[in-house]
Nanobody, 125 residues
Framework: QVQLVESGGGLVQAGGSLRLSCAAS????????VGWFRQAPGKEREFVAD????????YYADSVKGRFTISRDNAKNTVYLQMNSLKPEDTAVYYC??????????????????WGQGTQVTVSS
């Protein structure tokens, strides 16, 4: 079992930045690939980015490529999502999730076994 807790969300103006954190506890976190997803009101949960167990491989949705950066510190059992040049359309609840494959490039919600409770990100125009 892996427990995930997101933090770092908040209200920011368009063009601003936020850094989300996903802190893990439980089983060996460094064995898991980790993804960030987001869900806006009335919309389906969508993939944002993921990172392999080692941090050596990352993958991004086209909508955030060049603006968001995913990273991890396995010594701290934490994955980060640095979000720059934020836009109002980035407004959503952001979730981190862990999958047992370990590698990167997993976009499907169903591919992730463990989920956090989410953190709200609101970008004002």
């Amino acid at each position: 079992q892996v427990q995930l807790v997101e933090s770092g969300g908040g209200l920011v103006q368009a063009g601003g930045s936020l850094r989300l954190s996903c802190a893990a506890s439980g089983r060996t976190f460094s064995n898991y690939g980790v993804g960030w997803f987001r869900q806006a009101p009335g919309k389906e949960r969508e993939f944002v980015a993921d990172i392999s167990w080692s941090g050596g491989n990352t993958y991004y949705a086209d909508s955030v490529k060049g603006r968001f950066t995913i990273s991890r510190d396995n010594a701290k059992n934490t994955v980060y999502l640095q979000m720059n040049s934020l836009k109002p359309e980035d407004t959503a609840v952001y979730y981190c999730a862990a999958q047992e494959y370990g590698s990167s490039w997993y976009e499907g919600v169903h591919e992730y076994k463990y989920w956090g409770q989410g953190t709200q990100v609101t970008v004002s125009s």
